[in-house]
């Protein structure tokens, strides 16, 4: 039997759960789902340290002009093209400070979530999301932090983000983009956990402005969603797709002429959680 390597007890159960409900990674066929995974214990950037030590990468922080994409010109498919100001967050994130306003929609999901964070997600620095708007009251500390070999060639790009208020981690999400297995350009985070990551695949749309419009919601493996990947004591690779988890990520300007973004977190048909961000350029 397929069992997660000995850790704190929460960590190892979950990572059971995911093992006996998914499947065997395909090494091969599965590229366009992998990357990175976190070791034994908590995330923050000790992930990104080890990984550019495994590699004899340079670790670059506090650049400016630096993004999570250097373009989007993969997704020539759109009806209306991506209008520039979104273009230019993606690819200057650097550039951008950000204001963050958050709202758990229901009592029950706002339960579920302070036991995730208390259990789960404060411990291991990762998907850490406020539970208040208070928590996000000083704004949000946002670092684009890239993998580079002596070439300065980018293997990886890490958007890593505290709270102001408290220096908690938030998140640190590993940027890229893939093709599905049917050819279908997407954008590709990655979120490192222990022994595994959460991997959130990323339909791209736009609406009739321009603005973006990014979604992992999808039916069955292979399509846009929410994938965990776990790897067992012998190193074997397991991917658990969650068919009722979707986000919905809008990136627009507004009537003022604000860069904003609204991300919706949603179980079925039932809206948990929504984060509110408006991005200002800085220089």
């Known amino acids: 039997m397929a069992l997660p390597r000995r850790q704190v007890p929460q960590d190892w159960a979950s990572q059971l759960l995911n093992i006996s409900l998914g499947k065997r990674v395909d090494i091969e066929a599965d590229q366009w789902l992998l990357g990175p995974i976190g070791e034994i214990g908590g995330i923050s950037d000790r ?15 506090d650049r400016p002009n630096v993004g999570l994409m250097d373009h989007f010109d993969i997704f020539t498919n759109l009806e209306v093209a991506i209008r520039q100001e979104v273009i230019d967050f993606y690819t200057q ?33 990762q998907l850490n999301i406020p539970q208040s708007s208070l928590d996000t009251a000083l704004g949000m500390k946002s670092e684009i932090i890239t993998l580079e070999d002596a070439g300065a060639k980018i293997f990886h790009r890490v958007w890593f983000r505290r709270l102001v208020k408290t220096g908690e981690v938030v998140y640190s999400g590993i940027y890229s983009t893939c093709f599905l297995p049917d050819g279908t350009p997407c954008i590709k985070v990655i979120f490192p956990l222990p022994q595994g990551s959460a991997t ?17 919601k999808g039916k069955r493996y292979g ?28 990136v627009y300007v507004d009537k003022n002429q604000t860069l904003r973004a609204d991300h919706t977190m949603s179980l079925r048909n ?14």
């Open 47 to 61: 992930f990104i340290e080890n990984l550019a030590k495994s590699h004899n990468w340079h670790i670059r922080r």
């Open 93 to 125: 994130t650097s550039n951008y400070h950000l204001d963050v306003w958050t709202e758990w929609k229901q009592a029950v999901f706002k339960a579920g979530g302070h036991l995730i964070h208390k259990l789960f997600s404060k411990r291991i620095h």
């Open 200 to 216: 959130v695949i990323l339909k791209v749309s736009t609406d009739e402005s321009g603005n973006l419009i990014l979604t992992s």
């Open 223 to 250: 399509d846009p969603g929410f994938y965990f990947i776990v790897e067992d004591h012998k190193g074997q690779l397991y991917k658990h797709f969650l068919p009722s988890f979707h986000e919905r990520i809008y």
């Open 270 to 283: 039932a809206t948990v959680y929504e984060l509110h961000y408006r991005m200002q350029k800085i220089f």
